[in-house]
């Protein structure tokens, strides 16, 4: 893809994904799998969950994906919930509003067996609903933006058509939610629980600590550095009937770039370039990053503060600054990239080789040639985020290593039922060493102070390795277990969708592409979607300090 093709799709997947608390962060260097590597959760493969983890719990720096420092949420958040510099102001909940939040924590949570507090059925309920409200969602604006661009009269008389048929459903879907899906009392309970969370800030912060527990929900890896778990949800995400439609049309691409920020269509000669792109194709899937262990509810609440005044997560504005001013909440998914061009030199294709012209060309599309080059390098020169400096370059990809396992089935109902595993199916190969008492784990800030690494060399820094007890193997082994099914079952399972209007078919029976198409086993980010931090800690000063 040219130049002028990259900006325009970033700019419609921006409109179609994000929103005014959120931004896309898309990745300089493709991010390619396929959907085995992606079902680490299914698998219980512990190398593939830790580097997935390291991935998104990276701290985005703006709308090119290429962070600066090896920084990550579990550390920012873990130094705000521990440090000994937070202070919270001193309240209580009287025996009335105690009851009120007990009510509210108890709709919102079920306690298992074990103590762990996890969503309750109605929340999954609730979860599930929003998640396809979203996809509904998406669908529509994607189609609209097609539609309202284009100036074929066939093209914008199918848009008037189809439009009021994605609207109701999407109207069909709220009333159900409403009716079905618990969602004015779960936003209720919601907005109990951090009002009345607020008054009580000590018992809260034990609450999210208790989440936080490193003995409890997170793990060490062979290198002997601590992550904390984290995965996406829905789980069967990646499975059919999740995939949506993705278009771009040549009216869209030269509609896109216009609607492009002037200085950014300056930096990239825009206006005085053409594109020979007739059209790009995908389909894509989004899906929430899942964190067993995170409380987003402590960024946004004003019952805490750092005893330096001049300390920030974020300060709030545009462009924020500070410790953390986003963190990414979701990714978009995407395969079957087909990209058509609007004409083929007499004689030749894309490799080179001789063709009839009324023969299209059928080049496989590879990672390289999906690279965001140029479009992305004038992003990184002026981002929408500002972080902390840092002059580390930072490249993490998922490892490549092929799996050998086989991902177990998903039911197909509200909970997602645990994969019964025998700890010992969990091979010392995949198992994190546990670390002795007198070797402690490294933090992940801690190894990005290694000099001249990249963060690849640095999350798999040498470590001597320590003799492991059998009685310590058989605890870490428990630990990652729960881990997984902690993962499994608080992931929603998305049902499928109602078929798109004016659709005859199923994304994954469209029609063969005619032009360079990506492989058909290939799963690449589209994007990150990463949200802006309010100013944070913004404390309200009306409370007793």
């Known amino acids: 893809m040219d130049a002028i093709a990259q900006l325009a799709l970033m700019h419609k997947a921006q409109k179609v994904f994000g929103n005014d608390t959120t931004f896309l962060s898309f990745p300089v260097t493709p991010l390619q799998y396929t959907q085995a590597e992606l079902s680490f959760v299914q698998d219980f493969n512990v190398p593939r969950l830790r580097e997935f983890s390291l991935l998104v719990n990276l701290i985005p720096t703006g709308d090119a994906w290429q962070p600066t ?30 009851a009120e939040y007990q009510n509210a924590v108890q709709f919102l949570n079920s306690k298992r067996d074990d103590g762990w507090l996890e969503p309750s059925p109605a929340v999954k309920l609730y979860s599930q609903f929003r998640d396809q409200s979203f996809v509904l969602w998406e669908r529509y604006t994607t189609a609209r933006l097609t539609g309202e661009t284009a100036t074929d009269p066939e093209a914008k008389a199918h848009w008037q058509t189809v439009e ?13 939610w409403v009716n079905e899906g618990f969602k004015q009392e779960v936003e209720q309970a919601q907005q109990v629980r951090n009002r009345l969370g607020a008054k009580n800030p000590n018992k809260t912060w034990g609450e999210w600590n208790e989440k936080f527990n490193p003995d409890i929900n997170a793990l060490t890896d062979a290198n002997n550095v601590q992550f904390y778990p984290s995965s996406f949800s829905p789980l069967n995400a990646l499975e059919a009937g999740s995939w949506q439609p993705f278009t771009l049309a040549k009216d869209e691409v030269e509609a896109m770039v216009k609607a ?39 960024f946004k609440a004003r019952f805490w503060r750092f005893s330096d005044s ?28 087909t990209v058509k061009r609007a004409s083929q030199p007499t004689g030749q294709g894309q490799s080179g080789s001789t063709q009839s012209s009324a023969t299209p060309s059928k080049t496989p599309l590879t990672a390289e040639k999906l690279e965001f080059s140029r479009a992305v390098q004038v992003l990184k020169l002026q981002p929408n985020l500002q972080a902390a400096a840092s002059t580390r370059p930072l490249n993490q990809p998922l490892g490549q290593a092929p799996l050998g396992q086989t991902a177990h089935p998903i039911k197909q109902n509200l909970q997602v039922a645990p994969i019964k595993h025998n700890l010992t199916q969990i091979n010392s190969t995949q198992i994190n060493t546990v670390q002795p008492a007198a070797n402690k784990s490294l933090k992940t800030a801690q190894v990005s102070t290694l000099q001249g690494a990249t963060l690849s060399q640095q999350v798999r820094v040498a470590a001597v390795s320590q003799p492991v007890t059998p009685a310590a193997r058989i605890i870490q082994q428990e630990a990652t277990s729960k881990a997984f099914l902690r993962l499994q079952q608080e992931a929603i399972v998305r049902p499928t969708l109602p078929q798109a209007p004016g659709s005859s078919q199923t994304p994954e029976a469209a029609a063969k592409p005619s032009e360079t198409t990506t492989a058909p086993d290939q799963i690449y980010v589209l994007a990150f979607i990463c949200k802006s931090l309010p100013p944070s800690p913004n404390p309200d000063l009306t409370l007793p300090w």
């Open 260 to 298: 492009a920020p002037a200085e950014l269509r300056s930096r990239l000669a825009a206006d005085h370039q053409t594109s020979d792109i007739a059209s790009i194709s995908l389909e894509f899937s989004s899906a929430a990053i899942l964190r067993t262990w995170l409380n987003p509810d402590l």
């Open 69 to 98: 420092e090896a920084k990550y949420l579990w550390d920012v958040y873990g130094d705000v919930l521990g440090g000994h510099d937070t202070q919270l102001a001193q309240s209580t909940r009287s025996s009335q509003e105690e």
């Open 310 to 337: 001049s300390k920030q997560l974020s300060d709030g504005k545009i462009p924020a600054s500070g410790h953390c001013p986003a963190y990414v909440t979701a990714v978009v998914f995407a395969r079957n990239i």
């Open 164 to 176: 009021p048929q994605l609207r109701q459903q999407i109207s069909d879907l709220e009333t159900r």
